[in-house]
């Protein structure tokens, strides 16, 4: 594990980084500049960066959607990358660990997430942390099936 690795917050500075990221791995999502701004600014929406001798290598966002009578607080991870010349170095690890560590802070009962079933690499790191695949969702991105991950915190 690379300690070089810091994980901090994103605030304005990482706008431009975050949908240049976003627009390259998540590109539909569509995620304009402006969109990215106002989810920063959004309550329960988090964005954490990776930084790696101080330049942004790889991100995460997450929101903590609140208990209802129905049910506890959960959080949704949402997008999660590294730079490709920066995989492999554990930067994904320590950015999911960050969002648990936030997840369990906030009282949420689970971590969740969806992910393309051909995603071998983020699948078997997810597992790695501890997440189960709870099968396959009605939902489809272009033609990949979906599945849905969660960790039970
Ligand atoms: C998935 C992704 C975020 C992983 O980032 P990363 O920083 O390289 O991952 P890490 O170095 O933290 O790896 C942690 C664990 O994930 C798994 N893993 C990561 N890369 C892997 C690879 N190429 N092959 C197999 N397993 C891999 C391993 O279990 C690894 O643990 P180990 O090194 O102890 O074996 C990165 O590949 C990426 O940005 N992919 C494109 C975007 C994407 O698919 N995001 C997920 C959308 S849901």
């Known amino acids: 594990m690379n300690k070089d690795i810091e994980i901090s917050e994103a605030d304005s500075r990482h706008f431009y980084t975050l949908t240049v990221l976003t627009k390259q791995f998540f590109p539909y999502a569509n995620f304009s500049f402006d969109e990215i701004k106002r989810r920063t600014s959004t309550r329960n929406v988090k964005y954490l ?3 790696l ?38 930067i994904a690890k320590k950015l ?3 969002v648990v560590e ?14 393309a079933d051909d995603n071998a690499v983020a699948i078997k790191l997810y ?27």
């Open 96 to 98: 999911l660990e960050k």
């Open 127 to 153: 597992s790695s942390l501890g997440f189960i695949s709870k099968g396959k969702t009605e939902k489809k991105l272009g033609e990949k099936h979906v599945l849905l991950m969660e960790k039970p915190l």
């Open 49 to 51: 960066v990776a930084k």
């Open 102 to 115: 936030e997840a369990k802070k906030a009282g949420c009962a689970k971590v969740f997430l969806l992910v």
């Open 53 to 90: 001798d101080s330049n942004t290598v790889g991100f995460t966002d997450f929101e903590i959607i609140p208990e209802t009578p129905e049910n506890a607080s959960l959080c949704k991870l949402m997008g999660l990358a590294v730079l490709e010349e920066h995989r492999g170095k554990g």
